[in-house]
């Protein structure tokens, strides 16, 4: 819980509220909710689950439940206090983020280091801990972050040299099926994106558009990932640059080295993610 996102959780690093929705309160909570609710609407279909009805039943206590279409809803008509004012809710409306960061992470964001606040903040803590550190709730958090990295790589518009298309667009030409464009070498590229985006969206995504900028569809079919993989790890943002030896470069590489979802040429001196640039 950091980063004034209330509580971010499971693999992908889903977040429960939006910090620039917060920054500047428009009293609509329409845009204020993140990912983390769609993925404990998918855990929470796995049956004999005690620690997520213990979540559940937290949040009902709350006045708050999770709709089928994850979003994380008030149960009945009640007055909250949001920065400052008194706003009337009904049943069924989405709960305001700053109730929700208030909650989580008094006072909006910032915990005390000790007191009721502290302890209270803690107790979710533990909850939202007992829920995705349990194994039963692992399938659904892998099935959730797939679909999430899909969703984005795939299917994401981005305005590079003033058009715009998909992400698969630029990439596949629309068609990620095609093996002659779909290569290992674009999978750990997008992948290792992907990691690096959870950790600075706005940074990682403007890497990305640099790269697809230069990119030459006749071009060596890993030139692009080359380029993208380059780019991220000669980046001097917090601790990406390659030369860290504990950094994001060298940890996630050795995490995709790991894993043996790819094959061990693609991490060789000559490949598309060597140890130095």
Same mark, same amino acid.
């Not at 006045?63 to 920065?83: F, Q």
């Not at 780019?231 to 917090?238: E, F, H």
């Given at each position: 819980?950091?980063?004034?996102?209330?509580?971010?959780?499971?693999? !992908?690093?889903?977040?429960?509220?939006?910090?620039?929705?917060?920054? !500047?309160?428009?009293?609509?909570?329409?845009?204020?909710?993140?990912?983390?609710?769609?993925?404990?609407?998918?855990?929470?279909?796995?049956?004999?689950?005690?620690?997520?009805?213990?979540?559940?039943?937290?949040?009902?206590?709350?006045?708050?439940?999770?709709?089928?279409?994850?979003?994380?809803?008030?149960?009945?008509?009640?007055?909250?206090?949001?920065?400052?004012?008194?706003?009337?809710?009904?049943?069924?409306?989405?709960?305001?983020?700053?109730?929700?960061?208030?909650?989580f992470t008094p006072d909006e964001g910032s915990v005390p280091?000790?007191?009721?606040?502290?302890?209270?903040?803690?107790?979710?803590?533990?909850?939202? !801990?007992?829920?995705?550190?349990?194994?039963?709730?692992?399938?659904?958090?892998?099935?959730?972050?797939?679909?999430?990295?899909?969703?984005?790589?795939?299917?994401?518009?981005l305005r590079v040299s003033g058009v715009v298309k998909t992400?698969?667009?630029?990439?596949?030409?629309?068609?990620?099926?095609?093996?002659?464009?779909?290569?290992?070498?674009?999978?750990?590229?997008?992948?290792?994106?992907?990691? !690096?985006?959870?950790?600075?969206?706005?940074?990682?995504?403007?890497?990305?558009?640099?790269?697809?900028?230069?990119?030459?569809?006749?071009?060596?079919?890993?030139?692009?990932?080359?380029?993208?993989?380059?780019?991220?790890?000669?980046?001097?943002?917090?601790?990406?640059?390659?030369?860290?030896?504990?950094?994001?470069?060298?940890?996630?590489?050795?995490?995709?080295?790991?894993?043996?979802?790819?094959?061990?040429?693609?991490?060789?001196?000559?490949?598309?993610?060597?140890?130095?640039?």
């Amino acid at each position: 819980m950091y980063d004034g996102t209330a509580c971010t959780a499971g693999l !992908h690093q889903a977040i429960a509220v939006y910090p620039k929705e917060l920054r !500047h309160e428009d009293f609509s909570a329409r845009d204020d909710q993140g990912s983390l609710w769609r993925l404990l609407r998918m855990i929470a279909a796995v049956p004999d689950f005690p620690e997520m009805d213990a979540l559940l039943g937290s949040f009902s206590y709350k006045n708050w439940y999770l709709s089928p279409s994850g979003a994380l809803r008030y149960s009945s008509d009640a007055t909250v206090l949001i920065k400052g004012k008194d706003k009337r809710v009904k049943r069924g409306d989405k709960v305001y983020g700053f109730d929700i960061r208030q909650t989580f992470t008094p006072d909006e964001g910032s915990v005390p280091r000790s007191g009721p606040k502290w302890k209270e903040s803690r107790r979710w803590a533990l909850l939202f !801990h007992a829920v995705f550190s349990n194994p039963k709730s692992y399938k659904a958090q892998t099935l959730y972050g797939q679909e999430h990295f899909h969703r984005y790589c795939k299917r994401k518009k981005l305005r590079v040299s003033g058009v715009v298309k998909t992400v698969g667009e630029w990439l596949y030409g629309g068609n990620s099926d095609d093996p002659s464009v779909s290569t290992e070498g674009l999978d750990l590229a997008l992948s290792t994106f992907w990691s !690096h985006s959870v950790n600075a969206p706005a940074k990682a995504w403007s890497t990305l558009k640099r790269s697809l900028a230069r990119h030459d569809i006749n071009s060596a079919p890993d030139a692009f990932a080359k380029d993208l993989l380059r780019r991220l790890g000669r980046s001097t943002y917090g601790r990406w640059n390659f030369s860290d030896r504990n950094g994001r470069w060298a940890r996630t590489r050795l995490s995709a080295m790991r894993s043996g979802y790819w094959s061990a040429d693609l991490f060789k001196p000559g490949g598309v993610m060597p140890r130095n640039l």
